[in-house]
């Protein structure tokens, strides 16, 4: 079965500019979270997204928004970059039932802002 | 903000050697979870402990709760140089939906 796959690799921004980021869950997967990983540091939550809808939102600005669409893939949009965005963007899927469980992490945006 | 607080930040042991590495944390939790990753296969989910379990195991890792200290450990055994990673821990933070993390020890196996 194929893991969680994330859209593109890689990605340089300059600052101010918009950007989507795009992940598929695991097949049966209805729960995507988005996390932000900055060098050294642990994952940081965004988004959470469960059937199509918003169940949570860690503290980031609104510039950032996401997504679920009726297949459960997911986008994460950031707007107006700026320098500190740059960091690795991790997608996870996970079943979705109650609580929060084992997670499945995809291998990852590596978002550079210059 | 980060939830856990991994201890060391550093480890480097000789393969063979057992490895640990302990977490702290500041709210209940219903469930604390140990993460590896490294650059080859991005970041795995390990185990799982459920705030009613002491003690859990999983082939050579054994992972212990205290939830009176808000404390957890990961014990790796018969360390190989495959385990070279970094280890997070990350608790749910009594949410239904979100994992906090902390800031992981970096493990080197040395040959």
């Known amino acids: 079965d194929a893991g969680v796959t994330q859209s593109p690799t890689h990605l340089i921004k300059t600052r101010g500019q918009h950007v989507t980021l795009r992940c598929s869950p695991i097949s049966g997967h209805k729960s995507v979270s988005w996390y932000q990983q900055v060098l050294g540091q642990g994952p940081q939550f965004i988004f959470q997204?469960?059937?199509?809808?918003?169940?949570g939102r860690g503290n980031f600005p609104d510039r950032f928004s996401a997504r679920q669409f009726p297949n459960y893939s997911s986008e994460l949009n950031v707007n107006a970059l700026l320098l500190g965005d740059s960091a690795l963007y991790l997608c996870?899927?996970?079943?979705?039932?109650?609580?929060?469980?084992?997670?499945?992490f995809g291998p990852g945006t590596r978002l550079t802002v210059l | 903000s980060q939830q856990g607080e991994e201890d060391p930040q550093a480890l480097s042991i000789q393969e063979g050697e057992n490895a640990t590495m302990n977490c702290s944390y500041k709210?209940?939790?219903?469930?604390l979870q140990w993460y590896r990753q490294n650059s080859g296969r991005g970041l795995v989910h390990l185990i799982l402990i459920r705030s009613n379990e002491r003690e859990k195991h999983s082939g050579r890792l054994r992972v212990t709760l205290d939830t009176s200290k808000k404390s957890s450990s990961l014990l790796i055994t018969a360390s190989r140089a495959a385990d070279t990673a970094s280890y997070f821990c990350a608790t749910d933070g009594n949410s239904n939906y979100q994992l906090i993390w902390g800031a992981g020890t970096k493990l080197i196996i040395k040959p």
């Open positions: 996870a899927s996970s079943p979705g039932t109650s609580g929060v469980n084992e997670q499945f």
């Open positions: 709210t209940s939790i219903n469930n």
């Open positions: 997204y469960y059937e199509k809808e918003e169940r």
